[in-house]
């Protein structure tokens, strides 16, 4: 069970968008539909803000989007706001009731 | 509006145990397993085991088979992880999470600092 990787740190300025991505392997993210996104603020508990790749929660706003090709997937933040700034974790389901997550980036609004 | 709220804080001696739980609200617990996941001191998150609430049944991770114990008392609503034989490299924030039928979890707990020192 290794972790994904995930790049350590992103940045962008106010209104730009960033990407953050996710590598695993054809047993975690290419192999199931079930990755999901979460923001961390420091000293908070982690918030989900996307689910089965694509999806979002009620009351994330649609400036967040997820999407997947092959083993990687990726999370985009557009029109970046200061409260963007956190770390982003991704996960993926590994089957036979397993997860991975990732190693986390650290996203700055600069 | 689904609710996870954790135990104490806790300090223990390394070899010792500890016991974290979480009890859940706002809706019906034995509909979703819960997993938990740890937060070493400036690291990322560590998933460590999901149970099921439905029937008990766990599954663990690889590096903490052995050490940890996840249960649950359907009638308070409430589930439980041990962690057995505890190192310094066990001090972390603990969380637990309700597992959603898309496999997300969500809800968080609001974490458990569980510090292990002599």
């Known amino acids: 069970q290794s972790a994904l990787t995930q790049p350590p740190s992103a940045s962008g300025s106010p209104g730009q968008s960033v990407s953050i991505s996710c590598t695993g392997t054809s047993s975690d993210v290419g192999g199931y539909n079930y990755v999901s996104w979460y923001q961390q603020h420091p000293g908070k508990a982690p918030k989900l803000m996307i689910y089965?790749?694509?999806k979002r929660p009620s009351g994330v706003p649609d400036r967040f989007s997820g999407s997947k090709s092959g083993n990687t997937a990726s999370l985009t933040v557009s029109g970046l706001q200061a409260e963007d700034e956190a770390d982003y974790y991704c996960n993926s389901y590994a089957g036979s009731n397993s997860w991975v997550f990732g190693g986390g980036t650290k996203l700055t609004v600069l | 509006q689904a609710q996870l709220v954790q135990s104490g804080a806790e300090v223990k001696e390394p070899g010792a145990s500890v016991k974290v739980s979480c009890k859940a609200s706002d809706y019906t617990f034995t509909d979703y397993g819960i997993i938990w996941v740890r937060q070493a001191p400036g690291q990322g998150l560590e998933w460590m085991g999901w149970i099921s609430t439905y029937n008990g049944n766990t599954n663990y991770a690889q590096r903490l088979q052995g050490r940890v114990t996840l249960t649950t008392d359907t009638s308070t609503s409430t589930a439980y992880m041990e962690l057995r034989s505890l190192r310094s490299d066990d001090t972390a924030v603990y969380y637990c999470a309700k597992k959603g039928s898309d496999l997300e979890f969500d809800p968080w707990g609001q974490g458990t600092l569980v510090t292990v020192s002599s």
């Open positions: 089965e790749v694509n």
